[in-house]
């Protein structure tokens, strides 16, 4: 097992590289850049406020063609400065092996537009994310997976039909809507207003008992994990429902009922370990999407200041420094989490040996 860790961790170099060269690539042909973005602000203030000498600069720089969209009557000194500053006076090539290398030593650097440390930025929005994330799939494995296994067991009854129905509903329903939906029945919009509409804790959290900083805390969450989870749910309690039904009707069930094992035994002792290896495969994308991608749309109707919302608001602004950080630690620790739902099915499964096969 130690060999195939080892091939693993060294199989995530070239993949994180691949992973960043590719979006390295698209970004340069992609419009609007940091620079673009400054110019675009400065042709957009007053004449009066632009630039003490604009004239000048137009006369200077009005003539020659800029490769930047916005940028005639600029002085092209300006403009090579705003390229330094953004680290645009660089080839392509060597901007892209120096950022890697910061990369490997964890330095990512300074946002461009907030002059802040995009290690501190994504440390300061942590606490959202990570919050949503952990109830989402304490929420999405702990129900889920029970209500699927009741679900396979009672395949048919009226219990399986009700409960279908209302988890394709809610596979159906995507969770911004139905967030929505929450939010105009009981966050103030249009009947009762019995939660807060943003933030995850109250202005005096600092002053409230250890019990209600507790009460408060989900108080805040509450709505936002019930329409986070929605979706989450129905997945994995279908998921659940139909591995575990295609490993009943196997022969090794009928065997262990014959020799006299209860329903709960055959279950639990011999079902389980071979129905959950396909439920564990989408513990790495599940537990991704709950963390990082999955809460953009919630974190913004409900105002939590997450990841979710930095990537997005970076992206907005071309902010490269947080989007190649967060899409750095993100690949990186997607690439982790594989590694670890491998090791997961060996501990599940024993027959699993990753050793004998090719990576």
Do not use: C
Request: glycine residues 8%; without cysteine.
């Amino acid at each position: 097992m130690g060999a195939y860790i080892l091939r693993r961790v060294l199989l995530m170099i070239p993949t994180i590289v691949g992973i960043m060269a590719i979006s390295f690539l698209v970004v340069q042909f992609a419009p609007g850049g940091p620079v673009e973005q400054v110019i675009a602000q400065l042709q957009g203030q007053d004449s009066g406020d632009r630039l003490s000498g604009s004239a000048d600069m137009a006369n200077q720089g009005g003539g020659e063609d800029s490769r930047y969209r916005g940028a005639q009557g600029l002085d092209p000194e300006f403009i090579k400065k705003l390229e330094k500053q953004f680290g645009f006076d660089k080839p392509p090539l060597t901007r892209f092996l120096q950022m890697m290398w910061n990369y490997i030593r964890f330095d990512f650097g300074e946002s461009f537009f907030r002059n802040t440390p995009v290690l501190d930025l994504i440390i300061d929005k942590m606490p959202v994310s990570i919050s949503l994330g952990i109830w989402i799939l304490l929420a999405s494995y702990l129900i889920s997976i029970p209500l699927g296994i009741r679900k396979a067991v009672k395949d048919g009854s009226t219990f399986d039909v009700w409960t279908s129905g209302v988890i394709i509903v809610g596979y159906a329903v995507p969770s911004f809507l139905f967030g929505i939906l929450l939010i105009v029945l009981f966050a103030g919009g249009s009947f009762f207003n019995w939660f807060p509409l943003r933030g995850l804790v109250s202005d005096n959290f600092a002053d409230l008992s250890w019990w209600q900083k507790i009460i408060d805390y989900f108080w805040h969450l509450a709505l936002p994990l019930i329409a986070m989870s929605l979706s989450a749910f129905a997945t994995t309690t279908l998921l659940t429902k139909n591995s575990f039904i295609d490993e009943i009707k196997k022969q090794y069930v009928t065997t262990a009922r014959a020799k006299g094992l209860t329903e709960r035994q055959v279950l639990y002792g011999h079902v389980f370990r071979n129905a959950m290896l396909i439920v564990i495969a989408g513990f790495p994308s599940a537990f991704i999407s709950a963390f990082f991608t999955g809460s953009l749309l919630i974190e913004n109707i409900f105002s939590l200041d997450g990841l979710g919302r930095l990537g997005y608001l970076a992206i907005l602004n071309r902010d490269y420094p947080i989007v190649f950080g967060t899409l750095f630690i993100f690949s990186l620790l997607g690439l982790f989490v594989n590694l670890v739902s491998d090791l997961i099915y060996t501990w599940i499964d024993p027959r699993i040996d990753f050793e004998r096969r090719d990576v």
